[in-house]
């Protein structure tokens, strides 16, 4: 259903749902839209710059190819949501849920990925450079070609994750989970890996140098 403009700021005033709506292209910059149920909203092209999201329930929700950056989703759910080819660099994602989300292509560069949930999403070629990942989950999720060079990786979990040919150089993977990931061709050049776990791991190609090893495990 599309909207007028003035139909969605005196639904967002009147905190209504807007669940299913057609905003593509709308201008939001530094809205507060936080606790919304916005589940399928068609945000694709959209500018939302500094947009307060916390809380929203945005699952299957379409951010395609949108400028989300430095927007705030603080424990949103975005299960099942779109963001292929969005900007969200700078945002925080911090202990949002996003299992099954469609990141291919998408700028999460520098951002706050810590705690969130990714579980089964799909990042492939997508550039996750310097964030914060600490303790987020990426159990089962695809990875392949994803740039994640110097983010911080610590406690997080990549159990039978896909990072054929990604760029983990300089990334900080301490104490993370990486049990039957696919690392084939991967770059870990300096990664710092104290305490990552690498068993049962596909490691065929994957280069290591001047990579810091202490208490790691699964390596050959």
């Given at each position: 259903?599309?909207?007028?403009?003035?139909?969605?700021?005196?639904?967002?005033?009147?905190?209504?749902?807007?669940?299913?709506?057609?905003?593509?292209?709308?201008?939001?910059?530094?809205?507060?839209?936080?606790?919304?149920?916005?589940?399928?909203?068609?945000?694709?092209?959209?500018?939302?710059?500094?947009v307060n999201f916390?809380?929203?329930?945005?699952?299957?929700?379409?951010?395609?190819?949108?400028?989300?950056?430095?927007?705030?989703?603080?424990?949103?759910?975005?299960?099942?949501?779109?963001?292929?080819?969005?900007?969200?660099?700078?945002?925080?994602?911090?202990?949002?849920?996003?299992?099954?989300?469609?990141?291919?292509?998408?700028?999460?560069?520098?951002?706050?990925?810590?705690?969130?949930?990714?579980?089964?999403?799909?990042?492939?070629?997508?550039?996750?450079?310097?964030?914060?990942?600490?303790?987020?989950?990426?159990?089962?999720?695809?990875?392949?070609?994803?740039?994640?060079?110097?983010?911080?990786?610590?406690?997080?979990?990549?159990?039978?994750?896909?990072?054929?040919?990604?760029?983990?150089?300089?990334?900080?993977?301490?104490?993370?989970?990486?049990?039957?990931?696919?690392?084939?061709?991967?770059?870990?050049?300096?990664?710092?890996?104290?305490?990552?776990?690498?068993?049962?791991?596909?490691?065929?190609g994957a280069r290591?140098?001047?990579?810091?090893?202490?208490?790691?495990?699964?390596?050959?």
């Amino acid at each position: 259903m599309r909207l007028s403009y003035q139909e969605v700021l005196a639904k967002i005033r009147n905190m209504e749902d807007l669940s299913g709506g057609d905003l593509s292209g709308f201008k939001l910059e530094n809205f507060n839209l936080s606790l919304l149920k916005l589940r399928g909203v068609n945000f694709s092209g959209a500018h939302l710059y500094g947009v307060n999201f916390a809380g929203a329930d945005l699952e299957g929700a379409n951010f395609e190819g949108a400028y989300v950056a430095v927007t705030n989703f603080l424990g949103a759910n975005l299960r099942g949501a779109i963001f292929r080819k969005a900007d969200l660099g700078n945002a925080s994602l911090k202990g949002a849920q996003l299992s099954g989300a469609d990141l291919r292509e998408a700028d999460l560069a520098a951002g706050d990925l810590s705690l969130a949930n990714f579980q089964g999403a799909d990042l492939r070629k997508a550039r996750i450079e310097a964030v914060d990942g600490q303790l987020a989950n990426f159990e089962g999720a695809n990875l392949e070609e994803a740039n994640l060079r110097g983010s911080s990786f610590q406690l997080a979990n990549f159990n039978r994750a896909i990072l054929r040919k990604a760029n983990l150089i300089q990334t900080d993977l301490t104490g993370a989970q990486l049990r039957e990931a696919d690392l084939t061709q991967a770059d870990l050049i300096e990664a710092y890996l104290r305490g990552a776990d690498f068993r049962g791991s596909n490691l065929e190609g994957a280069r290591f140098r001047d990579a810091f090893f202490e208490k790691t495990l699964g390596l050959p």
